[in-house]
C-alpha cells in the first residue's frame, strides 16, 4: 500500500486552544480499508469539533512523588507466555490481504487484594525508594518503567465543602469516610476531576523532543508540534507531528504507539469495558521502551499528560531517547491489524507485546519487527468504595493503521482505530452492533447507544441538540443554560460555553464567581521604596511591583541618594539682591535702595539712582573690607550699565544685558581680545523666490522693463501678491504662494479678478463633514493626504485597493498627524494649517470636533493612548511635546528644551513609555520618557539622519521608525537594545504603522503606501491614490483594541 499526504500539518502553539482544522489531520490519510479489504470510512471528515472551557480543573498531581513501600515486599509472580492471539505466522497471508497479527507475551495481572504491580527497570537508577506501607515489586527484570504512583494525603480528611470546585465543572464531588472523589456526571466519562462529553470529538496539543541516533547518525530537536485528533464514537485517531528532522522522522515511522497511546485513550469501549482516559483522566505518564530486532536498537519514549486546556483540550509533552534503525528516504512503512492486552491495578496499567512491520520501496520489501513494553502510571481517588471492578485484562483492537511521512510537508502522520473489551480468541466473530465496531452513522458529536441485535439509536453529545444523526450546537448564553455569575460575561462555544469577567475582576477558585480584582502592592505607598527621604525625593510607581526615585527640585542625586543644590551658585537672583541657599530651595531679597522680589529688583524710585549706580555705590561700599574681590560695575554718562564689563583686579570681561546680568559665552580670560559687545548689526533676510525672480528679469530687460513686460510683483515680506498684472496693462491673473498662475482666473481688460491670499491660513475654513458612508468594521489604514483623510482597507495584510475612498474632506487644512480611539472608534488628527487638533467618530453622521484651537504652531505627530484616554503630540514651531485628555482638558507640556525638530511621536500604553523623533540635522535622535514626562533619556542617536516615522508594534514589542536620511526600515527592543536593519532602501518614508508581520508607510517620492514585510524586508505592494499629492500620517483601525503583551 503506498499512500501519501496532501496538506500540511498546522504548527501552531500549544496553550491558546488552537489545533489544526480536521482536513489537516484526516482528509490527506488515504481511505482506509479493513483487514477484509472493504472499504469502512470516508477519506475526509466533517467532526464539528466541541470547543471547550474546563472549569474546575485542579493543578496536575505531583509527578515527583514516589511509590509507597510495605514492610513485608510482595513475592514478584514468574513471567508467563501466552498463546498466540492470531494464526501462525507460516500460514498466514502477508499484510495487507490475509491481515495476519503478531503475537504478544501475556503480562500477569496485579495481584487479588494487593498494590498495584509496576515492572522494574535494571540498570536505570530506578531503585525503589523507601517506603511507609507498602511495596511496589516488578513482574519481569527485562521492562523497564517509570515507577512514580500517585496517591492521596489522607493524613487529613478534605471534604466537598471546601474541595468540591477541584471537580471538573461536568463531575459531581462525594464525601466518604476518609476524604471526597469526584465522579463524571452522566453523559460526560473521566476521572472525576476531568470529564470529557460523550460521542464528541477530541483534540491533543503537545510538543516532542527528542535526542535520537539514526543508526550512527545523531539527531535532535526540541518542541516541535503534535496535534490529535479523535472521533470519540468510532475510535479513530489521527496524529500529526510536524517539523521532526528527515532522518529521524523517517526512523520513527513504525513507532505507531506514539500516536497509539491516543487510541488507547479514547478507544471505542464494548459493553462492560472502559477505554484510558475513564481511568487517567487528563494527568498521567506513559512510559514505554522499544527493542528493534535483529539490530537490537533501543529507543525510551515518554509521554507525560498535563492536563486539560480552557478549551477543553489535552496537554502533553513527548520525549524521545535512544537509537532507531535507519530507514532510507521513499521508503513506506506498513503495520497490519494488531491486538495488544492491557494489564490494570488501582494506578497503573502495563502492556507487554511484540509487533512485525514491512518497510517497500517499489519492489523491495523487508519485513522486521519490535518488542514494545509500556506502562501508564496515573492517579485514583481511593476514598470510594470500589462500586466495580475494572477487569484486570482488557484487549485493544487496532485496525486501518497507518504511519505517513512527506518531506514537502515534513509531517510525521499516524493513524489508527481502536476498539477496547474483553480478550477474544480467534474464532469466527459473532455479528457486532454497529455501535461497537464504529459501523454506524450517527453524527460524529453523537452518542450512539445500541439496542437489540444491530439496532442502535443515536443521541447528540451534552451541547447539542438534534436527531443524532445531525446535531447543532446548543447556544448556553443564550438560553441562559449556564452558570456564570455576575460581574461576567457567558461566551458560547461550539458545544459549550465559557465564562470570561469583565475588566477589573477575576476568577474566584469556584471559577465560575467573578471578584475585583485587588490591587498590586504598591511601594510608593506601602514604604518598601528605598528612594531618599520625603523631603528629598519622591517615589514614581509603574505599575506591579516596579518602581523608580527622582530627587524633587532642589535636589541633586538619582533619587536614591539626593544632595542639596546650591542655586546661589547659579546666579539665580537678581544681581542687585542677596541670596540664601536652604534645604531643597534658596531666597532672593532685593539689597537696600531696590524693591522688587528678589529676582526683579528695580531701584527706589525715591533713591534717583540708576541699576548700575546703586550696584556701582553698594560695591564700592563692600570693597572697603579686606580681601573683597568684588566687581564694580562700569556705568554710562546716564547711568546705564555699558555692554562691555572688565574686572578691575582679575582682568576679565565679558557682556552684559541691559539689566547688568552677563550673556553666558561671552568672558574672556585676561590678556585676551575683549568681547565684543553691544546691540548685533541688523542681519539681511535671504531673498525669496519671488525677489530673485524679479531681479533677475529686471537684470534681462536691463534694467527698466517697458510697460507690457511682466515682472513679479512682491510684497514686503517678499511673497508673491495673490494678483499679478503684466507690467501697467489691465491684463491680470491670479497666483499661488508659489506664483503660479491659478487657472481660470485670467482676464480681460477693464477686468481685475478677485485673488485671495494664499500665504496666511483662512481665519475662516468651511466646517468639515464626514464621508456618508462610514468604513465598515474590520482592519484598514487611515492616511492623511492634505485637505483629506483616506480609507484603504486590508485584507489579512494585503492592500485592497480597489475599495479605498475618501473618508473625511476637510478643505483649507493640511492633515499631518493621525491616530486612532479603539474604544470609541474615533480619529483624531492635527492641522497645519488651522493649527488645530480634531476628531470625529466613525459612527455614522458624526460631526469633526476641534478639541484644541489655541496655543499651536506647527503641530505634526500625534499619538493615542487609549488605557489613560490620553492624547500625546508634537509642535515643531514651538520645539515643544504636551499632552492632554481626549477631550482637550488636563492639558500640559511635557518637554520644551533640547527640542529642535520633533515629529512622529508613539506610546506603549501597556509599559507606559512615550518614544519620539527630532530630526535636527546637526544631531538626529530618538527619545523616551515615562508617559508623565519623568526619566527622559536619549534611546537611539548614532546612525540616523531624517527619523520621519515612527511606530510601536503592542504585539512583537518592537519600537521601529523610518528615514529619510538613511532610507532605512530600522527596528530594536523598547530599551534600544536588539537593533536590526528591515529595509535599506526606501525611497523618502513620512510616516509609518506595523500591522501583523507588516509596515506600511506613506512615501513622498511615490506620493503613496507601501508595504514592506517585517520578516523578510521585501516590498510587498503599494497603493497610489488617483489624486496625487504628498501623503503625511498614517495609522491602522483594528476592529478590537489591541492588548499586547509586556
Same mark, same amino acid.
Given at each position: 500500500?503506498?499512500?501519501?499526504?496532501?496538506?500540511?500539518?498546522?504548527?501552531?502553539?500549544?496553550?491558546?486552544?488552537?489545533?489544526?482544522? &480536521?482536513?489537516?489531520?484526516?482528509?490527506?490519510?488515504?481511505?482506509?480499508?479493513?483487514?477484509?479489504?472493504?472499504?469502512?470510512?470516508?477519506?475526509?471528515?466533517?467532526?464539528?469539533?466541541?470547543?471547550?472551557?474546563?472549569?474546575?480543573?485542579?493543578?496536575?498531581?505531583?509527578?515527583?512523588?514516589?511509590?509507597?513501600?510495605?514492610?513485608?515486599?510482595?513475592?514478584?509472580?514468574?513471567?508467563?507466555?501466552?498463546?498466540?492471539?492470531?494464526?501462525?505466522?507460516?500460514?498466514?497471508?502477508?499484510?495487507?490481504?490475509?491481515?495476519?497479527?503478531?503475537?504478544?507475551?501475556?503480562?500477569?495481572?496485579?495481584?487479588?487484594?494487593?498494590?498495584?504491580?509496576?515492572?522494574?527497570?535494571?540498570?536505570?537508577?530506578?531503585?525503589?525508594?523507601?517506603?511507609?506501607?507498602?511495596?511496589? &515489586?516488578?513482574?519481569?527484570?527485562?521492562?523497564?518503567?517509570?515507577?512514580?504512583?500517585?496517591?492521596?494525603?489522607?493524613?487529613?480528611?478534605?471534604?466537598?465543602?471546601?474541595?468540591?470546585?477541584?471537580?471538573?465543572?461536568?463531575?459531581?464531588?462525594?464525601?466518604?469516610?476518609?476524604?471526597?472523589?469526584?465522579?463524571?456526571?452522566?453523559?460526560?466519562?473521566?476521572?472525576?476531576?476531568?470529564?470529557?462529553?460523550?460521542?464528541?470529538?477530541?483534540?491533543?496539543?503537545?510538543?516532542?523532543?527528542?535526542?535520537?541516533?539514526?543508526?550512527?547518525?545523531?539527531?535532535?530537536?526540541?518542541?516541535?508540534?503534535?496535534?490529535?485528533?479523535? &472521533?470519540?464514537?468510532?475510535?479513530?485517531?489521527?496524529?500529526?507531528?510536524?517539523?521532526?528532522?528527515?532522518?529521524?522522522?523517517?526512523?520513527?515511522?513504525?513507532?505507531?504507539?506514539?500516536?497509539?497511546?491516543?487510541?488507547?485513550?479514547?478507544?471505542?469501549?464494548?459493553?462492560?469495558?472502559?477505554?484510558?482516559?475513564?481511568?487517567?483522566?487528563?494527568?498521567?505518564?506513559?512510559?514505554?521502551?522499544?527493542?528493534?530486532?535483529?539490530?537490537?536498537?533501543?529507543?525510551?519514549?515518554?509521554?507525560?499528560?498535563?492536563?486539560?486546556?480552557?478549551?477543553?483540550?489535552?496537554?502533553?509533552?513527548?520525549?524521545?531517547?535512544?537509537?532507531?534503525?535507519?530507514?532510507?528516504?521513499?521508503?513506506?512503512?506498513?503495520?497490519?491489524?494488531?491486538?495488544?492486552?492491557?494489564?490494570?491495578?488501582?494506578?497503573?496499567?502495563?502492556?507487554?507485546?511484540?509487533?512485525?512491520?514491512?518497510?517497500?520501496?517499489?519492489?523491495?520489501?523487508?519485513?522486521?519487527?519490535?518488542?514494545?513494553?509500556?506502562?501508564?502510571?496515573?492517579?485514583?481517588?481511593?476514598?470510594?468504595?470500589?462500586?466495580?471492578?475494572?477487569?484486570?485484562?482488557?484487549?485493544?483492537?487496532?485496525?486501518?493503521?497507518?504511519?505517513?511521512?512527506?518531506?514537502?510537508?515534513?509531517?510525521?502522520?499516524?493513524?489508527?482505530?481502536?476498539?477496547?473489551?474483553?480478550?477474544?480468541?480467534?474464532?469466527?466473530?459473532?455479528?457486532?452492533?454497529?455501535?461497537?465496531?464504529?459501523?454506524?452513522?450517527?453524527?460524529?458529536?453523537?452518542?450512539?447507544?445500541?439496542?437489540?441485535?444491530?439496532?442502535?439509536?443515536?443521541?447528540?453529545?451534552?451541547?447539542?441538540?438534534?436527531?443524532?444523526?445531525?446535531?447543532?450546537? &446548543?447556544?448556553?448564553?443564550?438560553?441562559?443554560?449556564?452558570?456564570?455569575?455576575?460581574?461576567?460575561?457567558?461566551?458560547?462555544?461550539?458545544?459549550?460555553?465559557?465564562?470570561?469577567?469583565?475588566?477589573?475582576?477575576?476568577?474566584?477558585?469556584?471559577?465560575?464567581?467573578?471578584?475585583?480584582?485587588?490591587?498590586?502592592?504598591?511601594?510608593?505607598?506601602?514604604?518598601?521604596?528605598?528612594?531618599?527621604?520625603?523631603?528629598?525625593?519622591?517615589?514614581?510607581?509603574?505599575?506591579?511591583?516596579?518602581?523608580?526615585?527622582?530627587?524633587?527640585?532642589?535636589?541633586?542625586?538619582?533619587?536614591?541618594?539626593?544632595?542639596?543644590?546650591?542655586?546661589?551658585?547659579?546666579?539665580?537672583?537678581?544681581?542687585?539682591?542677596?541670596?540664601?541657599?536652604?534645604?531643597?530651595?534658596?531666597?532672593?531679597?532685593?539689597?537696600?535702595?531696590?524693591?522688587?522680589?528678589?529676582?526683579?529688583?528695580?531701584?527706589?524710585?525715591?533713591?534717583?539712582?540708576?541699576?548700575?549706580?546703586?550696584?556701582?555705590?553698594?560695591?564700592?561700599?563692600?570693597?572697603?573690607?579686606?580681601?573683597?574681590?568684588?566687581?564694580?560695575?562700569?556705568?554710562?554718562?546716564?547711568?546705564?550699565?555699558?555692554?562691555?564689563?572688565?574686572?578691575?583686579?582679575?582682568?576679565?570681561?565679558?557682556?552684559?544685558?541691559?539689566?547688568?546680568?552677563?550673556?553666558?559665552?561671552?568672558?574672556?580670560?585676561?590678556?585676551?581680545?575683549?568681547?565684543?559687545?553691544?546691540?548685533?548689526?541688523?542681519?539681511?533676510?535671504?531673498?525669496?523666490?519671488?525677489?530673485?525672480?524679479?531681479?533677475?528679469?529686471?537684470?534681462?530687460?536691463?534694467?527698466?522693463?517697458?510697460?507690457?513686460?511682466?515682472?513679479?510683483?512682491?510684497?514686503?515680506?517678499?511673497?508673491?501678491?495673490?494678483?499679478?498684472?503684466?507690467?501697467?496693462?489691465?491684463?491680470?491673473?491670479?497666483?499661488?504662494?508659489?506664483?503660479?498662475?491659478?487657472?481660470?482666473?485670467?482676464?480681460?481688460?477693464?477686468?481685475?479678478?478677485?485673488?485671495?491670499?494664499?500665504?496666511?491660513?483662512?481665519?475662516?475654513?468651511?466646517?468639515?463633514?464626514?464621508?456618508?458612508?462610514?468604513?465598515?468594521?474590520?482592519?484598514?489604514?487611515?492616511?492623511?493626504?492634505?485637505?483629506?483623510?483616506?480609507?484603504?482597507?486590508?485584507?489579512?495584510?494585503?492592500?485592497?485597493?480597489?475599495?479605498?475612498?475618501?473618508?473625511?474632506?476637510?478643505?483649507?487644512?493640511?492633515?499631518?498627524?493621525?491616530?486612532?480611539?479603539?474604544?470609541?472608534?474615533?480619529?483624531?488628527?492635527?492641522?497645519?494649517?488651522?493649527?488645530?487638533?480634531?476628531?470625529?467618530?466613525?459612527?455614522?453622521?458624526?460631526?469633526?470636533?476641534?478639541?484644541?484651537?489655541?496655543?499651536?504652531?506647527?503641530?505634526?505627530?500625534?499619538?493615542?493612548?487609549?488605557?489613560?484616554?490620553?492624547?500625546?503630540?508634537?509642535?515643531?514651531?514651538?520645539?515643544?511635546?504636551?499632552?492632554?485628555?481626549?477631550?482637550?482638558?488636563?492639558?500640559?507640556?511635557?518637554?520644551?528644551?533640547?527640542?529642535?525638530?520633533?515629529?512622529?511621536?508613539?506610546?506603549?500604553?501597556?509599559?507606559?513609555?512615550?518614544?519620539?523623533?527630532?530630526?535636527?540635522?546637526?544631531?538626529?535622535?530618538?527619545?523616551?520618557?515615562?508617559?508623565?514626562?519623568?526619566?527622559?533619556?536619549?534611546?537611539?542617536?548614532?546612525?540616523?539622519?531624517?527619523?520621519?516615522?515612527?511606530?510601536?508594534?503592542?504585539?512583537?514589542?518592537?519600537?521601529?521608525?523610518?528615514?529619510?536620511?538613511?532610507?532605512?526600515?530600522?527596528?530594536?527592543?523598547?530599551?534600544?537594545?536588539?537593533?536590526?536593519?528591515?529595509?535599506?532602501?526606501?525611497?523618502?518614508?513620512?510616516?509609518?504603522?506595523?500591522?501583523?508581520?507588516?509596515?506600511?508607510?506613506?512615501?513622498?517620492?511615490?506620493?503613496?503606501?507601501?508595504?514592506?514585510?517585517?520578516?523578510?524586508?521585501?516590498?510587498?505592494?503599494?497603493?497610489?491614490?488617483?489624486?496625487?499629492?504628498?501623503?503625511?500620517?498614517?495609522?491602522?483601525?483594528?476592529?478590537?483594541?489591541?492588548?499586547?503583551?509586556?
Amino acid at each position: 500500500m503506498d499512500v501519501s499526504f496532501h496538506s500540511k500539518a498546522d504548527s501552531r502553539q500549544l496553550g491558546g486552544g488552537i489545533s489544526p482544522p &480536521v482536513s489537516d489531520l484526516a482528509s490527506s490519510l488515504p481511505h482506509p480499508t479493513s483487514s477484509d479489504g472493504s472499504n469502512t470510512e470516508s477519506a475526509t471528515l466533517d467532526p464539528q469539533t466541541k470547543e471547550r472551557r474546563h472549569h474546575g480543573d485542579i493543578d496536575a498531581p505531583d509527578l515527583k512523588g514516589r511509590a509507597e513501600s510495605s514492610e513485608q515486599p510482595v513475592t514478584p509472580a514468574p513471567p508467563e507466555t501466552g498463546d498466540s492471539l492470531g494464526p501462525s505466522r507460516e500460514g498466514s497471508p502477508p499484510y495487507p490481504a490475509g491481515g495476519a497479527l503478531p503475537t504478544e507475551r501475556q503480562v500477569p495481572p496485579a495481584h487479588p487484594g494487593r498494590e498495584a504491580v509496576l515492572p522494574n527497570y535494571p540498570g536505570l537508577d530506578h531503585a525503589p525508594p523507601p517506603g511507609r506501607g507498602r511495596q511496589v &515489586v516488578g513482574v519481569e527484570d527485562d521492562i523497564s518503567s517509570n515507577t512514580e504512583v500517585f496517591t492521596y494525603n489522607a493524613a487529613h480528611k478534605e471534604t466537598c465543602e471546601h474541595n468540591h470546585e477541584r471537580c471538573s465543572r461536568h463531575a459531581f464531588c462525594t464525601d466518604y469516610a476518609t476524604g471526597f472523589c469526584c465522579h463524571c456526571q452522566s453523559r460526560f466519562y473521566g476521572n472525576g476531576k476531568h470529564c470529557l462529553p460523550e460521542g464528541a470529538p477530541h483534540r491533543v496539543n503537545g510538543k516532542v523532543s527528542g535526542q535520537l541516533r539514526v543508526g550512527h547518525m545523531p539527531v535532535h530537536f526540541t518542541d516541535v508540534d503534535l496535534h490529535a485528533y479523535i &472521533v470519540g464514537n468510532d475510535g479513530r485517531a489521527y496524529t500529526a507531528i510536524s517539523h521532526i528532522p528527515q532522518p529521524a522522522a523517517q526512523a520513527l515511522l513504525p513507532l505507531t504507539p506514539i500516536g497509539g497511546l491516543f487510541g488507547w485513550l479514547f478507544a471505542l469501549e464494548k459493553p462492560g469495558w472502559e477505554n484510558g482516559f475513564s481511568l487517567t483522566g487528563a494527568t498521567f505518564i506513559h512510559d514505554m521502551e522499544v527493542t528493534f530486532y535483529p539490530g537490537e536498537e533501543r529507543v525510551r519514549i515518554t509521554q507525560t499528560a498535563e492536563g486539560l486546556d480552557p478549551e477543553n483540550y489535552l496537554s502533553i509533552k513527548t520525549n524521545i531517547q535512544g537509537q532507531v534503525p535507519y530507514i532510507p528516504a521513499n521508503f513506506t512503512a506498513h503495520i497490519a491489524p494488531y491486538r495488544e492486552l492491557y494489564h490494570y491495578s488501582d494506578s497503573v496499567v502495563t502492556s507487554t507485546s511484540s509487533r512485525d512491520y514491512s518497510l517497500t520501496f517499489g519492489t523491495i520489501n523487508q519485513t522486521q519487527s519490535y518488542r514494545v513494553h509500556q506502562n501508564i502510571t496515573y492517579q485514583t481517588c481511593r476514598h470510594a468504595p470500589r462500586r466495580w471492578a475494572v477487569p484486570t485484562t482488557q484487549q485493544l483492537n487496532v485496525d486501518r493503521v497507518f504511519a505517513l511521512y512527506t518531506d514537502e510537508e515534513k509531517v510525521l502522520r499516524f493513524a489508527v482505530t481502536n476498539q477496547i473489551g474483553p480478550v477474544e480468541g480467534d474464532s469466527e466473530p459473532a455479528p457486532v452492533n454497529p455501535c461497537y465496531d464504529g459501523s454506524h452513522t450517527c453524527a460524529t458529536t453523537a452518542r450512539c447507544h445500541p439496542a437489540t441485535g444491530v439496532d442502535y439509536t443515536c443521541e447528540c453529545a451534552p451541547g447539542y441538540q438534534g436527531d443524532g444523526r445531525s446535531c447543532m450546537d &446548543v447556544n448556553e448564553c443564550a438560553a441562559g443554560f449556564h452558570r456564570c455569575g455576575p460581574n461576567s460575561v457567558c461566551v458560547n462555544l461550539l458545544g459549550s460555553y465559557r465564562c470570561e469577567c469583565r475588566s477589573g475582576y477575576e476568577f474566584a477558585d469556584d471559577r465560575h464567581t467573578c471578584v475585583l480584582i485587588a490591587p498590586p502592592p504598591n511601594p510608593c505607598e506601602d514604604g518598601s521604596h528605598n528612594c531618599a527621604p520625603a523631603g528629598r525625593a519622591r517615589c514614581i510607581h509603574h505599575g506591579g511591583g516596579s518602581f523608580s526615585c527622582a530627587c524633587l527640585p532642589g535636589y541633586t542625586g538619582d533619587g536614591h541618594q539626593c544632595t542639596d543644590v546650591d542655586e546661589c551658585s547659579e546666579n539665580r537672583c537678581h544681581p542687585s539682591a542677596t541670596c540664601s541657599n536652604t534645604p531643597g530651595s534658596f531666597s532672593c531679597r532685593c539689597q537696600p535702595g531696590y524693591h522688587g522680589d528678589g529676582f526683579q529688583c528695580t531701584p527706589d524710585p525715591t533713591s534717583g539712582l540708576k541699576p548700575c549706580e546703586h550696584q556701582q555705590r553698594d560695591a564700592q561700599a563692600q570693597r572697603t573690607h579686606p580681601g573683597a574681590l568684588l566687581h564694580v560695575p562700569q556705568c554710562d554718562e546716564q547711568g546705564h550699565f555699558l555692554p562691555l564689563q572688565c574686572h578691575g583686579s582679575t582682568g576679565f570681561c565679558w557682556c552684559v544685558d541691559p539689566d547688568g546680568r552677563e550673556i553666558p559665552g561671552t568672558r574672556t580670560p585676561p590678556s585676551s581680545v575683549p568681547p565684543r559687545c553691544g546691540p548685533p548689526e541688523p542681519t539681511q533676510r535671504p531673498r525669496t523666490i519671488c525677489e530673485r525672480w524679479r531681479e533677475s528679469l529686471l537684470e534681462h530687460y536691463g534694467g527698466t522693463p517697458r510697460d507690457d513686460q511682466y515682472v513679479p510683483q512682491c510684497d514686503d515680506l517678499g511673497h508673491f501678491t495673490p494678483l499679478q498684472c503684466h507690467g501697467k496693462s489691465d491684463f491680470c491673473w491670479c497666483v499661488d504662494k508659489d506664483g503660479r498662475e491659478v487657472q481660470g482666473t485670467r482676464s480681460q481688460p477693464g477686468t481685475i479678478p478677485a485673488c485671495i491670499p494664499t500665504v496666511a491660513p483662512p481665519t475662516v475654513r468651511p466646517t468639515p463633514r464626514p464621508d456618508v458612508a462610514p468604513p465598515p468594521v474590520g482592519t484598514f489604514l487611515l492616511y492623511a493626504q492634505g485637505q483629506q483623510i483616506g480609507h484603504l482597507p486590508l485584507n489579512g495584510t494585503r492592500l485592497q485597493k480597489d475599495t479605498a475612498k475618501t473618508l473625511l474632506s476637510l478643505h483649507g487644512s493640511i492633515v499631518v498627524g493621525i491616530d486612532y480611539d479603539c474604544r470609541e472608534r474615533m480619529v483624531y488628527w492635527t492641522d497645519v494649517a488651522g493649527r488645530t487638533i480634531s476628531r470625529a467618530s466613525l459612527e455614522p453622521g458624526a460631526e469633526p470636533e476641534t478639541i484644541i484651537n489655541s496655543g499651536l504652531m506647527s503641530p505634526e505627530g500625534l499619538a493615542i493612548d487609549h488605557f489613560r484616554r490620553t492624547m500625546y503630540w508634537t509642535d515643531s514651531g514651538l520645539d515643544k511635546i504636551e499632552r492632554a485628555k481626549l477631550d482637550g482638558s488636563e492639558r500640559r507640556a511635557l518637554f520644551h528644551t533640547d527640542l529642535v525638530n520633533p515629529r512622529a511621536i508613539a506610546v506603549d500604553p501597556i509599559r507606559g513609555n512615550l518614544y519620539w523623533t527630532d530630526w535636527n540635522r546637526e544631531a538626529p535622535k530618538i527619545e523616551m520618557s515615562s508617559l508623565d514626562g519623568e526619566n527622559r533619556r536619549i534611546l537611539v542617536n548614532k546612525d540616523i539622519g531624517l527619523p520621519n516615522g515612527l511606530t510601536f508594534d503592542p504585539f512583537s514589542k518592537l519600537l521601529c521608525w523610518a528615514d529619510a536620511g538613511t532610507k532605512k526600515l530600522e527596528c530594536t527592543l523598547p530599551d534600544g537594545t536588539g537593533r536590526r536593519v528591515i529595509q535599506n532602501n526606501l525611497n523618502y518614508p513620512f510616516s509609518i504603522v506595523s500591522y501583523a508581520d507588516h509596515f506600511y508607510h506613506t512615501d513622498w517620492r511615490r506620493d503613496g503606501v507601501i508595504s514592506v514585510n517585517r520578516d523578510s524586508g521585501q516590498f510587498m505592494d503599494e497603493y497610489l491614490p488617483e489624486q496625487r499629492s504628498h501623503l503625511y500620517g498614517i495609522t491602522a483601525v483594528y476592529p478590537y483594541c489591541p492588548t499586547g503583551r509586556k
